[in-house]
């Protein structure tokens, strides 16, 4: 034990930690130069396309230190708000943490939050200023905010630069000198923390851990103690460039389990794993169901590849414990499914995954969060879509998610965020200069306003630099209401909202003039009202027009005719009709968009 270290690198989004993972793994020669394709780490095609680290892996590196052997173990961790309780499993199976710091950008909310996070966990924090060669770098001022941040010596701060390969020794050397090897009982009853897994295709899942006390053993008959499964240790290996099976994994070690497991949804990250025979007392601290924060339907936009889309749901949740489905069906859009995604980026991915992975073509509607409904009658109801909202008259009060979200920004936008954070019913909490410049803000605001155009406001109004973590804070009351679109009196239900009813008048204007604006034109006039209950709060006509594009073709060129045909045939595939409306996908996200 005395030779194993494990860390992990915490960073903001983008400030170039798998660059630096690459490089720590060049320099130690786990991957040679051949093998190296950009980003190793980030193995799923979106992931490198879209540069985050969507799932956590974990890779074993050998280092010569002073002419001793060294086992290191780098276990990756996910960089976005949405996985922070995956972030804080890998951070627990760590005893120390890099702190990667964008020598250009400064501190930002994820290094923060991410921070807090590791030395809740007691993890040694090495400091490093990385992207030094950066012209923009200002290593001086970011090093100051460091000092001030950790409480380190500016002479603990490595710098660094993954792109250009400046300072990997010395972290590496700083790795084995300040990170203190795993303790823990390797004589014990068997405790191994699950903090990842990955889902391969012929082996079935594939269990990623730490050992904390004891040791685990080939063969072995394992429990896992929060779900209660049992299960053998058929192949068990420490992660290289491949998977290197062993006999054993001793304590302090990292390791992979596979064991038949067929399903993402047995294994969850942050359950122990003990051994059958002689099982632990109590399983490792930390254990939480992850819940999902946001909620939408998918929908085939050709009705008949339901099954299809059923069976892609089905496979993509086959690596993706985290996301929860249960079929549902729209007036509107037909047979689909309701989904459960840990947050909106969670979201993004999956629809994109749907449509990349498995050439689906899909719509989601306008997501929602998780709201309490307490009944005149006293019963709570979970209602995450507006369909299950129940009649007005039959409701007590409703309860909402809210949020603590941190923001970090420089001086000069305070006033504009406290603005639009106030816009979107937030209680302003606290302000604290980092430095002359940099501003963390703390708010408590509702996960519903956040779920909605929030990001894109926030980049908008920051030119970019404004940084935003958040946590869930519980559920508090408030007067929501439900909204409901209608397309020449018929009402369109994927399209149905709910809304604080504040909100609730200029959301029904708006969304309205949006649709106004989205809606193609037809051979007749179509009302769009907003309403809640029985009344008519907004109004808005597309006037009818007898749309002839082949008129602009003059009779003559037939291929720019036919090329005109198949764009409208394409723009046809988003389409879905509504009594007798075509409605375009854009005007199911439409509401995201209000401005
Ligand atoms: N100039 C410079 N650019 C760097 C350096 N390290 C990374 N970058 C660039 O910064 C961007 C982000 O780097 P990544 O390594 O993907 O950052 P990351 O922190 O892993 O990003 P996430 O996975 O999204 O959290 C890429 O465009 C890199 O090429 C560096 O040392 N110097």
Not at 172 to 188: F, K, Q, W, Y
Not at 365 to 388: C, D, H, M, N, Y
Not at 462 to 486: C, H, P, Q
Not at 574 to 595: C, D, S, T, W
Request: glycine share 8%; aromatic share 8%; proline share 4%.
């Amino acid at each position: 034990m005395k030779h194993i270290r494990n860390f992990c690198i915490i960073a903001h989004i983008d400030h170039g930690k798998s660059t630096l993972a690459d490089r720590l793994l060049e320099f130690t020669k786990t991957i040679g130069e051949r093998d190296m394709q950009a980003q190793f780490l980030d193995d799923m095609d979106l992931e490198r396309e879209r540069g985050i680290t969507i799932k956590s892996h974990a890779i074993q590196m050998d280092y010569l230190y002073k002419g001793e052997k060294y086992t290191l173990n780098l276990i990756d961790t996910p960089g976005h708000v949405d996985f922070s309780y995956e972030v804080s499993r890998s951070i627990a199976a760590c005893e120390g943490a890099l702190l990667l710091v964008d020598a250009a950008q400064g501190t930002e909310a994820q290094t923060i939050s991410n921070l807090y996070l590791a030395m809740n966990n007691n993890l040694v924090i090495i400091p490093v200023l990385n992207k030094i060669d950066l012209p923009g770098a200002m290593p001086e001022e970011v090093k100051d905010e460091m000092v001030d941040l950790i409480g380190c010596e500016r002479e603990d701060i490595i710098p660094a630069s993954g792109k250009e390969g400046i300072g990997i020794e010395a972290i590496l050397n700083a790795i084995v000198e300040r990170v203190p090897p795993p303790s823990g009982d390797p004589e014990g009853e068997l405790q191994a923390l699950i903090f990842d897994s990955q889902f391969n295709s012929y082996r079935g899942i594939e269990v990623i851990f730490r050992v904390k006390n004891g040791r685990i053993r080939k063969g072995d008959k394992v429990k896992f103690m929060a779900t209660g499964k049992e299960y053998f240790a058929d192949e068990i290996g420490t992660l290289k460039l491949s998977q290197v099976p062993k006999e054993v994994i001793e304590c302090g070690d990292v390791g992979y389990l596979i064991s038949g497991i067929k399903v993402a949804k047995e294994v969850k990250v942050g359950d122990t794993i003990t051994r059958f025979a002689a099982p632990a007392a109590a399983p490792i601290q930390g254990f939480e169901e992850v819940k999902p924060m946001v909620f939408a339907g998918i929908y085939p936009v050709d009705t008949s590849e339901y099954e299809e889309l059923r069976e892609a749901m089905e496979k993509l949740q086959l690596n993706d414990a985290s996301l929860v489905w249960e079929p549902e069906t729209s007036a509107a859009l037909g047979f689909g499914f309701r989904c459960g995604f840990l947050g909106m980026l969670h979201m993004e991915i999956v629809q994109e995954r749907l449509e990349r992975e498995f050439d689906m073509t899909v719509i989601t509607t306008v997501p929602s969060v998780r709201f309490e409904v307490i009944t005149t009658k006293g019963e709570t109801l979970q209602v995450s879509a507006p369909a299950e909202m129940p009649d007005p008259s039959s409701i007590d009060w409703i309860e909402e998610p809210f949020i603590k979200a941190q923001i970090i920004t420089k001086a000069e936008y305070v006033g504009a965020i406290i603005g639009l954070c106030m816009d979107k019913r937030s209680l302003f909490k606290n302000q604290v200069y980092l430095t002359a410049d940099r501003v963390e803000l703390q708010f408590e605001m509702p996960l519903a306003e956040v779920v909605f155009d929030f990001f894109d406001k926030l980049k908008t109004i920051s030119r970019g630099y404004a940084s935003l973590d958040y946590e869930f804070l519980g559920n508090r009351e408030s007067t929501m209401v439900k909204l409901d679109i209608m397309l020449n009196g018929e009402g369109v239900d994927a399209l149905s909202a709910i809304v604080h009813r504040d909100k609730a008048y200029e959301w029904g204007k708006k969304l309205c003039e949006k649709l106004r604006e989205l809606l193609p034109r037809q051979q007749f006039e179509i009302a769009i009202q907003a309403a809640i209950g029985q009344k008519i709060i907004a109004r808005e006509t597309v006037k009818a027009l007898r749309k002839d594009v082949l008129a602009k073709c003059y009779g003559g060129d037939i291929s720019r005719k036919r090329k005109l045909l198949e764009k409208q045939k394409k723009g046809k595939k988003r389409m879905r009709q509504v009594g007798n409306v075509e409605i375009p996908q854009e005007a199911f996200m439409a509401v995201l968009k209000i401005n």
